[in-house]
Protein backbone atom coordinates (compact mmCIF):
# COMPACT_ATOMS: atom_id res chain seq x y z
CA UNK A 1 0.00 0.00 0.00
CA UNK A 2 1.70 3.58 -0.03
CA UNK A 3 -0.12 6.71 1.72
CA UNK A 4 0.26 10.26 1.17
CA UNK A 5 2.78 11.94 2.74
CA UNK A 6 0.15 14.74 3.70
CA UNK A 7 -1.84 11.83 6.02
CA UNK A 8 1.39 10.80 7.81
CA UNK A 9 1.99 14.86 8.13
CA UNK A 10 -1.27 15.32 9.86
CA UNK A 11 -0.96 11.70 12.54
CA UNK A 12 2.26 13.28 13.44
CA UNK A 13 0.66 16.40 14.11
CA UNK A 14 -1.80 14.75 16.27
CA UNK A 15 0.37 13.45 18.64
CA UNK A 16 2.03 16.33 19.25
CA UNK A 17 -1.20 17.90 19.46
CA UNK A 18 -1.17 20.47 16.78
CA UNK A 19 -4.36 19.19 14.50
CA UNK A 20 -4.67 22.55 13.40
CA UNK A 21 -1.08 23.50 12.37
CA UNK A 22 -1.50 26.96 14.41
CA UNK A 23 1.71 26.24 16.80
CA UNK A 24 5.28 27.61 15.94
CA UNK A 25 6.99 24.51 14.98
CA UNK A 26 7.53 22.31 13.94
CA UNK A 27 6.61 23.93 10.80
CA UNK A 28 5.21 21.45 7.65
CA UNK A 29 8.37 21.56 5.83
CA UNK A 30 10.31 20.78 9.01
CA UNK A 31 8.23 17.69 9.41
CA UNK A 32 8.32 16.23 5.85
CA UNK A 33 12.01 16.42 5.96
CA UNK A 34 12.11 14.74 9.39
CA UNK A 35 9.10 12.14 7.85
CA UNK A 36 12.05 11.34 4.86
CA UNK A 37 14.68 10.92 6.61
CA UNK A 38 13.20 8.92 9.17
CA UNK A 39 11.70 6.54 6.01
CA UNK A 40 15.68 6.24 4.86
CA UNK A 41 16.44 4.87 8.07
CA UNK A 42 13.16 2.54 8.63
CA UNK A 43 13.07 1.43 5.49
CA UNK A 44 16.79 0.43 5.39
CA UNK A 45 16.01 -2.33 7.92
CA UNK A 46 13.08 -3.82 6.42
CA UNK A 47 13.72 -6.67 4.32
CA UNK A 48 13.88 -5.05 0.12
CA UNK A 49 11.37 -4.49 -1.80
CA UNK A 50 11.55 -6.95 -5.03
CA UNK A 51 11.42 -4.65 -8.62
CA UNK A 52 9.91 -6.53 -11.23
CA UNK A 53 10.80 -5.47 -14.81
CA UNK A 54 10.15 -7.79 -18.12
CA UNK A 55 12.89 -7.01 -21.02
CA UNK A 56 14.33 -4.47 -17.87
CA UNK A 57 17.99 -5.04 -19.48
CA UNK A 58 19.27 -5.75 -22.59
CA UNK A 59 22.59 -7.06 -23.64
CA UNK A 60 23.45 -6.09 -27.01
CA UNK A 61 24.87 -7.99 -29.98
CA UNK A 62 28.33 -9.21 -29.83
CA UNK A 63 29.01 -7.52 -26.42
CA UNK A 64 29.57 -9.37 -22.89
CA UNK A 65 28.26 -5.95 -21.33
CA UNK A 66 25.54 -4.53 -20.22
CA UNK A 67 24.51 -2.11 -17.69
CA UNK A 68 21.37 -2.36 -15.16
CA UNK A 69 18.20 0.42 -15.68
CA UNK A 70 18.76 3.67 -14.05
CA UNK A 71 15.22 4.85 -14.51
CA UNK A 72 12.56 2.71 -13.50
CA UNK A 73 8.86 3.69 -13.14
CA UNK A 74 6.82 2.01 -10.20
CA UNK A 75 9.65 1.13 -8.08
CA UNK A 76 6.69 1.90 -5.15
CA UNK A 77 7.54 5.66 -5.18
CA UNK A 78 6.93 6.68 -8.71
CA UNK A 79 9.45 7.51 -11.62
CA UNK A 80 13.42 8.35 -10.56
CA UNK A 81 16.85 7.06 -9.78
CA UNK A 82 16.56 3.13 -8.37
CA UNK A 83 19.56 2.11 -6.29
CA UNK A 84 20.00 -1.52 -5.77
CA UNK A 85 19.50 -3.34 -2.94
CA UNK A 86 22.07 -6.21 -4.13
CA UNK A 87 19.50 -9.32 -5.02
CA UNK A 88 19.72 -9.57 -9.02
CA UNK A 89 18.33 -11.91 -11.59
CA UNK A 90 18.16 -12.25 -14.97
CA UNK A 91 16.15 -13.94 -17.45
CA UNK A 92 16.51 -14.54 -21.16
CA UNK A 93 13.21 -13.67 -22.63
CA UNK A 94 13.45 -15.89 -25.83
CA UNK A 95 14.35 -18.92 -23.60
CA UNK A 96 13.25 -18.49 -19.96
CA UNK A 97 17.19 -19.21 -19.49
CA UNK A 98 17.86 -17.73 -16.01
CA UNK A 99 21.55 -16.63 -15.84
CA UNK A 100 23.68 -17.81 -12.73
CA UNK A 101 25.47 -14.89 -11.36
CA UNK A 102 28.77 -15.44 -10.30
CA UNK A 103 31.89 -12.93 -8.78
CA UNK A 104 33.61 -11.17 -10.83
CA UNK A 105 36.75 -12.91 -9.48
CA UNK A 106 34.70 -16.06 -11.30
CA UNK A 107 34.11 -14.34 -14.11
CA UNK A 108 37.92 -13.28 -14.49
CA UNK A 109 38.46 -16.83 -13.75
CA UNK A 110 36.34 -17.63 -17.06
CA UNK A 111 38.10 -14.77 -19.05
CA UNK A 112 41.46 -16.21 -18.36
CA UNK A 113 43.24 -17.40 -21.47
CA UNK A 114 40.60 -16.43 -23.89
CA UNK A 115 42.09 -13.71 -25.79
CA UNK A 116 38.69 -13.82 -28.04
CA UNK A 117 35.38 -13.86 -25.97
CA UNK A 118 33.51 -16.57 -27.40
CA UNK A 119 29.31 -15.50 -28.43
CA UNK A 120 26.60 -17.60 -27.86
CA UNK A 121 23.40 -17.39 -25.44
CA UNK A 122 24.93 -15.78 -21.77
CA UNK A 123 24.99 -18.34 -19.47
CA UNK A 124 26.39 -16.32 -16.33
CA UNK A 125 26.72 -13.09 -15.16
CA UNK A 126 28.90 -10.53 -12.77
CA UNK A 127 28.05 -7.12 -11.77
CA UNK A 128 30.03 -3.90 -10.07
CA UNK A 129 28.93 -0.55 -9.67
CA UNK A 130 31.05 2.33 -11.29
CA UNK A 131 31.80 5.54 -9.44
CA UNK A 132 28.99 7.14 -11.32
CA UNK A 133 26.68 4.62 -8.88
CA UNK A 134 25.41 3.10 -11.84
CA UNK A 135 25.62 -0.78 -11.63
CA UNK A 136 26.94 -2.20 -14.80
CA UNK A 137 27.43 -6.45 -15.33
CA UNK A 138 29.63 -8.85 -17.50
CA UNK A 139 28.58 -11.55 -18.97
CA UNK A 140 29.92 -15.40 -20.36
CA UNK A 141 29.77 -16.29 -23.20
CA UNK A 142 28.97 -12.82 -25.02
CA UNK A 143 25.54 -12.81 -26.85
CA UNK A 144 25.61 -13.30 -30.47
CA UNK A 145 22.12 -12.08 -31.48
CA UNK A 146 20.88 -9.28 -28.83
CA UNK A 147 19.01 -10.65 -25.56
CA UNK A 148 16.25 -9.08 -24.08
CA UNK A 149 15.88 -9.88 -20.40
CA UNK A 150 13.18 -10.11 -17.63
CA UNK A 151 14.77 -8.08 -14.45
CA UNK A 152 13.93 -9.15 -10.62
CA UNK A 153 15.76 -6.85 -8.38
CA UNK A 154 15.85 -5.83 -4.67
CA UNK A 155 16.11 -1.76 -4.46
CA UNK A 156 17.23 0.60 -1.57
CA UNK A 157 14.66 2.88 0.06
CA UNK A 158 14.40 6.35 -1.71
CA UNK A 159 14.67 9.34 -0.53
CA UNK A 160 11.19 10.53 -0.46
CA UNK A 161 12.26 14.08 -1.27
CA UNK A 162 13.70 12.88 -4.84
CA UNK A 163 9.75 12.18 -5.94
CA UNK A 164 8.22 15.92 -5.91
CA UNK A 165 6.40 15.72 -8.82
CA UNK A 166 6.93 15.36 -12.53
CA UNK A 167 10.61 17.02 -12.96
CA UNK A 168 10.15 17.88 -9.23
CA UNK A 169 8.12 20.88 -9.97
CA UNK A 170 5.18 20.41 -7.32
CA UNK A 171 5.14 20.14 -3.81
CA UNK A 172 5.51 17.22 -1.07
CA UNK A 173 2.35 16.60 -1.17
CA UNK A 174 2.26 14.77 -4.59
CA UNK A 175 4.30 12.24 -2.41
CA UNK A 176 3.40 8.57 -1.49
CA UNK A 177 4.97 6.98 1.13
CA UNK A 178 5.01 3.00 0.40
CA UNK A 179 5.11 0.36 2.83
CA UNK A 180 2.75 -1.77 4.57
CA UNK A 181 0.14 -0.02 7.53
CA UNK A 182 2.85 -1.30 10.32
CA UNK A 183 5.92 0.35 8.54
CA UNK A 184 4.02 3.38 7.93
CA UNK A 185 2.56 3.65 11.73
CA UNK A 186 6.09 3.40 12.94
CA UNK A 187 7.70 5.77 10.58
CA UNK A 188 4.86 8.10 12.54
CA UNK A 189 5.68 7.46 15.86
CA UNK A 190 9.70 7.47 15.37
CA UNK A 191 8.88 10.89 13.36
CA UNK A 192 7.01 11.80 16.23
CA UNK A 193 9.29 10.86 18.87
CA UNK A 194 12.50 12.52 16.94
CA UNK A 195 10.23 16.13 16.26
CA UNK A 196 9.25 16.36 20.17
CA UNK A 197 12.94 15.38 21.74
CA UNK A 198 14.11 18.60 19.76
CA UNK A 199 11.54 20.56 21.06
CA UNK A 200 12.33 22.99 24.35
CA UNK A 201 10.09 22.61 27.78
CA UNK A 202 8.32 25.79 26.84
CA UNK A 203 6.86 24.29 23.55
CA UNK A 204 6.23 20.61 25.17
CA UNK A 205 4.40 22.26 27.85
CA UNK A 206 2.34 24.23 25.73
CA UNK A 207 0.98 21.23 23.90
CA UNK A 208 0.19 19.60 27.04
CA UNK A 209 2.49 16.52 26.28
CA UNK A 210 4.94 14.43 28.92
CA UNK A 211 8.10 14.43 27.47
CA UNK A 212 8.98 10.86 28.30
CA UNK A 213 6.21 9.95 25.99
CA UNK A 214 8.76 10.00 23.41
CA UNK A 215 10.76 7.05 24.47
CA UNK A 216 7.35 5.19 24.27
CA UNK A 217 6.82 6.32 20.69
CA UNK A 218 10.44 4.93 19.99
CA UNK A 219 9.43 1.45 21.52
CA UNK A 220 6.34 1.91 19.85
CA UNK A 221 8.49 2.36 16.51
CA UNK A 222 10.83 -0.65 17.26
CA UNK A 223 8.09 -2.92 17.58
CA UNK A 224 6.13 -2.37 14.40
CA UNK A 225 9.20 -2.11 12.39
CA UNK A 226 9.49 -6.06 13.81
CA UNK A 227 5.67 -7.11 13.01
CA UNK A 228 6.44 -5.54 9.55
CA UNK A 229 9.45 -7.29 8.91
CA UNK A 230 7.66 -10.78 10.07
CA UNK A 231 4.88 -10.25 7.59
CA UNK A 232 7.65 -10.10 5.20
CA UNK A 233 9.09 -12.74 5.94
CA UNK A 234 6.33 -14.85 6.11
CA UNK A 235 4.87 -14.32 2.60
CA UNK A 236 7.80 -15.68 1.71
CA UNK A 237 8.24 -18.50 3.69
CA UNK A 238 7.00 -21.89 2.67
CA UNK A 239 6.68 -23.21 6.71
CA UNK A 240 3.42 -24.37 7.81
CA UNK A 241 2.02 -25.73 10.64
CA UNK A 242 0.73 -28.62 8.95
CA UNK A 243 1.82 -30.19 6.14
CA UNK A 244 -0.54 -31.22 3.39
CA UNK A 245 0.79 -35.09 2.20
CA UNK A 246 -0.53 -36.40 -1.18
Same mark, same amino acid.
Given at each position: ??? #?????????????????????????? &??????????????? &????????? #??????????? /???? #???????????? /???????????????? &???????????????????????????????????????????? #????????????????????????????????????????????????????????????????????????????????????????????????? /??????? /??
Amino acid at each position: MAV #PIAKVRGRIRARLNDTDGRLDAPSGP &QIDMAIAEAWILLAG &QLPAPVLVV #PSGVTIAALSD /TFSL #PVTVASSGYGTG /TTEYGGDVRLQIVSSG &QNLRKITNVEMDALHSGAPIIPYSIPRDFALYQDNAQIVRGRCW #PGANLAQACNLWATISPEDLRDYVGTGGAEGMDTVTVPGTREAVQSLVAYTASCLLKKMDAKAVALRGINPAVAEDWQRESDRLLDIAEIKQHNVKS /TGRIIRF /TP
